[in-house]
């Protein structure tokens, strides 16, 4: 899939096209929701035509759509949690029930599902979006430490929750 590199300005319908499924693969990653990952760079972009000169002025357009879509999800799931506390307050939580995902990388989304956010947030910048600690850190405002605390325990809980992930980390360390 061809990148968008950095200083092609470009229009936001090739950066769309050049961008588009590999912004929503991390979103989904990130959400573990189809729907709202599509929701959430559909309005990234909706944000990049709002602008007077659109990304001709972003040296890496994938990385500003990336930071929007991002801070999208991070802004809906504080809402989202706000109102849960106000309209849940006093009423029992009904459980919903959720089509069963594809047999396709659904332990891994399950896994990521159980995640803290913030836990969740520097796997998939890191592992998803390929993004060096470094950039998660400026992403996401916290120090290089944290990022790499964060990792670490990510990926120590994401080895309880998978099965023989462990036992192909250690064939893989021989």
């Not at 499924?21 to 972009?45: G, K, S």
């Amino acid at each position: 899939m061809p990148t968008v590199s950095p200083g092609i300005g470009g229009t936001v319908e090739e950066v769309y096209h050049a961008c588009y499924r590999r912004l929503v693969a991390q979103i989904y990653a990130f959400t573990t929701d189809l729907t709202e990952a599509q929701d959430v760079v559909q309005e990234a972009f909706a944000r990049a035509l709002a602008r007077p000169r659109g990304l001709a002025d972003v040296d890496n357009p994938e990385a500003w759509l990336r930071t929007v879509a991002v801070n999208i999800v991070r802004r809906r799931w504080r809402r989202r949690k706000l109102l849960d506390t106000i309209l849940l307050r006093d009423r029992p939580v009904a459980r919903t029930v959720e089509a069963a995902p594809g047999p396709e990388r659904a332990d891994l989304r399950d896994a990521l599902a159980t995640l803290p956010p913030h836990f969740r947030e520097v796997v998939v910048l890191h592992y998803y979006a390929d993004l060096p600690i470094d950039e998660v850190a400026a992403l996401l405002g916290v120090p290089t430490g944290t990022v790499k605390s964060r990792l670490s325990r990510a990926r120590t809980a994401l080895a309880g929750r998978l099965d023989g992930y462990r036992t192909e980390v250690t064939r893989a360390r021989s």
